[in-house]
């Protein structure tokens, strides 16, 4: 019989698994809490999975995904669309979760490898229900002096249990203690494995307000040229008296869901965050344990501390606009967002991951920052998910987990809203 191979996958009809078997266990998937939710999880998965059954593994690749699932145009730009790419880690993780949570035995289990396209689609294992054959024991009534070699046998069909038990705890914890550390748990290791709960620093962004009557005859005017009432101006300046800071009151809302990215994996390692505003925090905060600074310019401690690192942040006042830089290269900035202040124009952000040990704090500093709000979700979300991090990690040096890192990150804007992070350059020594 002929074999459809796609890499080092066949399509499941042909080794032996029925069509409805899958598309039962299919089912079953696409109507559990991961996936009802996302339409383009379920859609994606689907379609995988039927083209897999259907032998079409020539529909599996990038770009007939996109034209096929996502409706893109048969010459769309799969570098600047990663919609496909997006949608498969989904697919991934919300797997994971799925065969993770389940408490029904499929009969069969969906999986998508890292650069693949094409389902892993296999029976589920399942458990052993052979009854152990009972061997033929004699009847004994009044033997009294077989009765010692009775109470032998007995006792050691007792031990083997237990023995076994024993065994079998003594290889989990070895198992437990040998089991190997992920990439991305050894990145987070010199920030979490203090005594004291992690600072987190977020940048707080310097915001005004008016007293209340000005206020309130400023809302009134905007609301009126919103609901297209245009009206004359209530007065032609402001006196700064009327003006107040609120430096110390608020903080992005990008930078707020990277904390919670970010203290979803504290909480997995039991690790308390201690949560402040950077207008909080002194040198003195940050001389006494590791500290995880969020944002960039919005953050004043991002930007004094980066030093004489490779890459940095920058306002570009001649261009006006705010970019990052590369000591290596000065002629052409990177990651130039223009213009400023943010606006929806932007095509593509930049974010820098930079863990190093800081000469001025003399404590290990982690920047999780981008440019725009954009960045600095990406940013969070790449030190978050091992798949993403990985991807660092390519061309880095063997000992890299003991070295200062940079790593400079990309994220395509569609509709305001940025997709997965892409590593554009690494730094380490």
């Known amino acids: 019989m ?3 191979v796609a890499g080092d996958r066949v399509a499941p009809d042909l080794v032996g698994i ?3 078997k899958v598309l039962n266990s299919l089912e079953r998937v696409l109507a559990s809490t991961q996936f009802h939710s996302s339409r383009k999880c379920t859609r994606f998965l689907r379609h995988v999975v039927e083209c897999t059954l259907d032998q079409q593994l020539d529909r599996l690749k990038e770009r007939a995904i996109g034209v096929d699932v996502f409706e893109r145009d048969a010459l769309y730009d799969t570098n600047q669309d990663p919609v496909v790419r997006g949608t498969a880690g989904e697919v ?3 797997l994971a979760q799925y065969y993770l949570a389940s408490n029904q035995e499929d009969e069969v289990r969906f999986s998508l490898s890292a650069g693949s396209y094409v389902p892993d689609i296999q029976l589920a294992p399942q458990p052993s229900t052979a009854v152990p054959a009972l061997a033929a024991r004699p009847v004994f009534s009044t033997v009294p002096a077989e009765m010692p070699a009775i109470r032998r046998r007995a006792g050691w069909r007792s031990f083997w249990p237990v023995a076994a038990a024993l065994a079998i705890a003594a290889a989990l914890v070895i198992y437990l203690i040998h089991r190997p550390v992920s990439p991305l748990a050894q990145f987070w290791d010199p920030i979490l494995t203090g005594k004291r709960p992690v600072l987190i620093c977020m940048g707080q962004p310097k915001e005004y307000t008016f007293r209340p009557e000005i206020a309130n005859a400023l809302n009134a005017w905007f609301s009126r040229q919103i609901n297209d009432s245009p009206a004359d101006p209530p007065l032609a300046s402001v006196p700064i008296s009327q003006i107040l800071p609120l430096w110390q009151n608020s903080v992005s809302l990008a930078d707020a869901q990277s904390f919670v ?5 504290f909480a997995r390692r039991g690790v308390q965050a201690d949560l402040r505003g950077d207008h909080s925090v002194s040198l003195s905060d940050l001389r006494e344990r590791p500290t995880v600074l969020i944002g960039a310019f919005n953050n004043e401690w991002t930007l004094s501390l980066q030093g004489d690192l490779r890459f940095y942040f920058e ?3 001649h261009h006006h606009s705010q970019v990052i830089r590369d000591r290596f290269h000065r002629i052409q900035p990177l990651g130039l967002v223009e213009p400023w202040p943010p606006s929806n124009s932007i095509k593509t952000d930049y974010a820098l991951v930079s863990r190093y040990r ?3 704090t003399e404590q290990m500093i982690l920047t999780v920052a981008g440019i725009a709000q954009y960045g600095t979700e990406a940013a969070a979300e790449f030190v978050t998910t091992p798949s993403y991090f990985s991807e660092a990690l390519k061309d880095a ?3 890299w987990r003991n070295k200062n890192m940079q ?6 804007v569609l509709s305001q809203t940025g997709g997965p992070p892409q590593v554009v350059a690494t730094y380490f020594w």
């Open 397 to 399: 040096p063997a000992d």
């Open 315 to 317: 306002n570009d006042s």
């Open 18 to 20: 029925p069509r409805d």
């Open 2 to 4: 002929s074999r459809l």
């Open 92 to 94: 991934r993780k919300r």
């Open 358 to 360: 800081s000469h001025t």
């Open 261 to 265: 990215r970010m203290y979803s994996l």
């Open 407 to 412: 790593i400079l990150i990309s994220t395509r």
